[in-house]
């Protein structure tokens, strides 16, 4: 399972173009808002964990369809399924996950500190908001291993995981947006929603690989 | 196939499309009959329902956009049982009451937030509120194009029939989650003012129509299903057999 | 009261176009399909399990 995680890991980093697309894309989306919403600094403070977290929702889900169709096409998903009476599968899954978010979505929790500050965001709600993406950008990414699996056969299945995903994702955002909240304004709680964030990421990390595997065997017999 | 088919004991009764066929054919009649009965009833009832003191005319949107809201839910949870169906038992009929069922219930959704948009009009001034319980039929209208989307995606039934068993399920065990966060965002958010119909209780003389409709449209929604499902099992004889038909194409200049 | 007879009537109005789209959908389908199914057995195509001899 090691072996696996750094094979990953580095076939993630060798296609180097795929994570600078994906933080670039976070950048552009938040580059974007004040445009919309206008240049007040105010706003953007009040409006700033929101929009770094459906900006770094929208770039997770940007790379989710490449988490099963590259293995597909060089064949080594057969090869992983068929393996699976050594390794559970849905260990395997979750350690693809794993990996993913290593590679792709880490770079967008370490980048969105220097995206808060473009939002004007107090360095307390800048320090949250990236705490919050540090634990439940995972949730999403297995969520989304689970639209990825099943989408796995479809040769352009990429708007269809967003579609799919996308409904799902909206507890890790409600409660990544609050944890944030809560952190800087008084009266609302932070520990709470961040703990029910964690509990959400701690429950997909069962759910998501599970039902990813049996998709994924699915598709292959 | 067969092989599983056998294994289901007295399931296969139902496991037989042929079987199937014929008891649609004898029950659909009947149940499209008490279907329009039943919801002329309902009609005629509501019509004849007393305006409410608080809400006047309006509540007669209630009579169809509580059937629609409960339609949307009970047709959620026969997905669910029929994914299960194909998981499980790999029972050959689930799949397609799961795909027969999925456009039905988008529809009742669809229309239970357009009615209840049309009753939150007059009632609280805006046509949408992000209520807890809007929000939570949203998303599952939300997630029944999602499903839609993916059976209609992909060719081979039998792969389609697994993925959206799968999503199904997960979508299905998801939504205490979303209803839970929604509710959380909602008390956070404070809404300016929601006007809370659940506690008030609803008197006798509009209790009545609104049974009989749900009924009617229970039994609606029941048969447009066997109808749907009907539809996909001639569907895919027709393909299977233009399968056959291509073949014995193929092979008939070697004769 | 009369005002919000409007939105009344609107509901009742979209509900009954929206049922009626889904039925008529349905009474289509059907028709494509068993047009089809003629067709094809007109054409002396059989399904498998007809040869089988699992019906007359």
């Known amino acids: ?221 | 196939m067969s092989e599983t088919v056998s294994k289901t004991g007295r399931w296969i009764d139902w496991a037989n499309p042929t079987r199937f066929m014929s008891f649609a054919g004898v029950i659909l009649p009947w149940l499209a009959g008490l279907t329009l009965i039943v919801l002329a009833g309902g009609l005629w009832m509501s019509m004849q329902a007393p305006d409410d003191y608080q809400q006047g005319a309006t509540v007669k949107i209630m009579f169809i956009h509580v059937p629609f809201a409960w339609l949307s839910m009970m047709c959620y949870t026969i997905m669910t049982i029929a994914a299960l169906g194909t998981l499980v038992w790999r029972h050959p009929l689930a799949d397609v009451s799961a795909k027969a069922a999925a456009p039905i219930g988008a529809v009742f959704t669809a229309l239970a937030l357009i009615t209840g948009s049309l009753w939150g009009k007059p009632m609280w001034g805006t046509w949408w509120v992000w209520d807890a319980r809007l929000t939570s039929v949203f998303v599952l209208f939300l997630m029944y194009l999602g499903i839609i989307a993916l059976t209609r995606a992909m060719d081979d039934p039998a792969k389609s029939a697994r993925a959206t068993a799968i999503l199904t399920l997960v979508g299905f065990i998801n939504i205490p989650i979303i209803k839970f966060s929604v509710d959380w965002w909602n008390t956070l958010h404070q809404p300016a003012s929601v006007f809370r119909m659940g506690g008030s209780t609803i008197d006798g003389s509009l209790l009545r129509p609104l049974l009989v409709m749900a009924i009617g449209f229970t039994l609606l929604f029941f048969t447009l299903h066997l109808m749907a499902m009907r539809n996909e099992i001639w569907r895919r004889r027709v393909v299977a057999m233009r399968r056959v038909a291509a073949r014995n194409a193929d092979r008939g200049p070697v004769q | 009261m009369s005002s919000h007879a409007g939105f009344v009537i609107a509901a009742y109005g979209v509900s009954f176009i929206a049922l009626a789209g889904l039925i008529g959908w349905v009474f289509i389908d059907q028709r494509l399909q068993n047009r089809a199914l003629r067709q094809l057995e007109s054409r002396g195509v059989r399904r498998r399990s007809e040869g089988k001899g699992a019906q007359p």
């Open chain 1, 1 to 221: 399972m090691g072996a696996l995680f750094v094979r990953e890991v580095r076939l993630g980093l060798r296609s180097g173009a795929g994570i600078l697309i994906g933080v670039l894309f976070f950048l552009a989306v938040i580059a974007v808002v004040p445009f919309g919403v206008g240049p007040d600094l105010k706003l953007l403070a009040r409006i700033g964990a929101a929009m770094l977290w459906i900006g770094a929702l929208l770039a997770t889900l940007l790379g989710l369809d490449r988490l099963f169709q590259a293995d597909r096409d060089d064949g080594s998903l057969d090869l992983l399924i068929m393996a699976s009476e050594r390794h559970l599968l849905t260990l395997t899954v979750l350690v693809k996950c794993l990996a993913h978010w290593t590679v792709s979505v880490l770079p967008l929790v370490v980048a969105s500190p220097l995206l808060g500050l473009f939002m004007n965001m107090e360095p307390a709600a800048i320090g949250a908001t990236t705490a919050t993406l540090l634990v439940g950008t995972p949730a999403i990414t297995l969520i989304g291993a689970v639209g990825a699996a099943v989408a796995v056969s479809l040769p352009r299945g990429g708007l269809l995981v967003s579609v799919i995903v996308l409904p799902l994702t909206v507890p890790v955002l409600i409660f990544g947006v609050s944890a944030s909240y809560g952190a800087v304004e008084d009266p609302a709680p932070f520990l709470a929603p961040f703990l029910i964030l964690a509990a959400i990421t701690l429950f997909f990390a069962v759910l998501g690989p599970l039902a990813a595997a049996a998709a994924l065997k699915s598709s292959a017999d």
